[in-house]
């Protein structure tokens, strides 16, 4: 038998649960199927959500043909079979799911015949397709981002499928309490394909145990200690090339950036509930380095550290170290006077003439560098007091350049921002004073 969740595919617009901002009352998707000027498009946004439902509810309100092929697995020739239905019929719907994966030679294949309208194409993805999706289908498509679907939209779509006799659940003549009802979509998390399949397996496994026990199974009351004995325990959503990815380390480092310990906590679970170790502590490292940087470099060594140990252990026990590093970097004194003195300073190497390296500076090891002047009156700084002494270092035309503004939020920056002013000034008033002399 199919799962529910395919067997409660809806027929036509009206029964699609969510995505009003579409298919709702004058709403672009459901003007396109009424006016029947279908345009190839794309879906995207998380899994279980409505892509396939609106998919083939289109195909279903406008009694074209409606065919569904996968971009990575499926090859040129489904395409072509596809392709032969739409000029024998005019006009067929062409699902593609995983649609980013789609090579050049399909890619190639397909172009034309969207164009001569032979097959209307619903792409479908998890991707950001302005990332991933090549400019030559995306100029062929309009674009469409799915929402994730609220609780009451799981609800709505739980009692269809409990009181469908015919592809749902109605001949089981099932209750659930309202805390098996609120458990069943908490642990959905949005994606109704898992709700439903979750759904069936508590029903179905439920009926077989009053069934052993010999109990009347007229009626099914499914309470919130069956739902979480039976029910499929929903792994986070989590796609490490997709939005949601992108979506909950940013959350992540802004949570930590901002001081927010519980946030970042929070996220951090996520992470490490998604089994993605690797990206956990890319971001960590860029964290300790990105936003608490000078204003407490122990706290990134710190982090370093736990990073290591992370990876050295894994996941599970890794959490442990992980916890340490963001309690301790969302606590820590901010700066991010570092990322932006590179950023200044690449900005000037972007956009401006970089200049001639001063001659002193330039490279004298090889025979010949002193005929050429390079190398020549360098002073060497260890041969002087406190091992500094002045002397140009930037090209000319960017010799009073400053890139670095310390802000002093703890004493370890506050002690750099006066070392920097220091230097700075002694190193200006020698060169001004070596301009005058010259």
């Known amino acids: 038998m199919k799962p529910l969740a395919y067997r409660m595919r809806p027929k036509n617009l009206d029964e699609v649960v969510g995505q009003q901002h579409l298919i709702g009352p004058g709403k672009i998707i459901r003007r396109m199927v009424e006016a029947r000027l279908l345009s190839s498009m794309i879906l995207y946004g998380p899994p279980g959500i409505g892509k396939t439902s609106i998919a083939s509810a289109i ?13 990575a697995t499926d090859g040129k020739k489904q395409l072509q079979q596809v392709a032969e239905e739409g000029k024998m019929s005019g006009t067929v719907v062409l699902l593609l799911d995983e649609i980013h994966r789609l090579d050049k030679t399909k890619q190639d294949f397909l172009l034309p015949l969207l164009e001569s ?5 619903i792409g479908a993805t998890t991707e950001n397709p302005y990332i991933s999706i090549s400019p ?7 674009i469409f981002e799915l929402k994730p679907l609220s609780s009451e939209d799981a609800s709505k779509a ?6 469908d006799k015919e592809n749902g659940l109605g001949k089981y003549h099932v ?11 908490e642990k959905g998390n949005g994606d109704l394909r898992s709700t439903l ?4 397996l508590a029903v179905l496994s439920t009926k077989q145990e009053l069934k052993n026990e010999q109990k009347d199974d007229s009626t099914i ?15 986070q959503n989590f796609d490490a090339s997709g939005d949601g990815h992108y979506d909950l380390v940013s959350a992540f480092q802004k949570s930590i950036r901002g001081s927010d310990t519980d946030a970042a906590l929070h996220y951090l679970a996520r992470l490490i509930e998604s089994g993605d170790l690797i990206s956990i502590c890319q971001r960590l490292s860029v964290i300790a380095y990105e936003d608490i940087g000078l204003a407490n470099p122990a706290a990134a060594e710190h982090a370093m550290l736990a990073i290591q140990a992370a990876q050295m252990v894994g996941l599970p026990e890794a959490r442990i170290p992980l916890a340490n590093a963001v309690i301790e970097l969302a606590l820590s004194p901010k700066s991010n006077s570092a990322i932006s003195a590179i950023d200044t300073a690449l900005s000037d190497v972007r956009s401006k003439k970089l200049g001639a390296i001063p001659a002193n500076l330039k490279d004298a090891h090889y025979s010949g560098a002193k005929k050429l002047g390079h190398g020549i009156n360098y002073l060497y700084p260890h041969d002087y007091q406190n091992d500094w002494v002045a002397q140009q270092y930037l090209p000319n035309n960017l010799i ?4 670095f503004t310390p802000k002093g939020n703890s004493k370890v920056e506050e002690r750099y921002k006066m070392i920097y002013q220091k230097l700075k000034k002694m190193q200006q008033a020698d060169l001004q004073k070596h301009h005058q002399n010259s």
């Open 117 to 121: 309208g032979q097959i209307i194409l």
């Open 221 to 235: 009351l499914i309470t919130q200690k069956e739902m979480a004995d039976s029910i499929q325990m929903k792994v």
């Open 400 to 403: 009073n350049a400053s890139y």
């Open 175 to 185: 209750k659930l309490t309202d805390d098996a009802r609120k458990l069943l979509i």
């Open 136 to 142: 030559a289908i995306r100029s062929r498509c309009q």
């Open 197 to 200: 399949n979750s759904l069936e």
């Open 158 to 163: 739980i009692d269809r499928a409990l009181t």
């Open 59 to 71: 195909a279903g309100s406008t009694k074209y043909a409606f065919r569904k092929l996968n971009a």
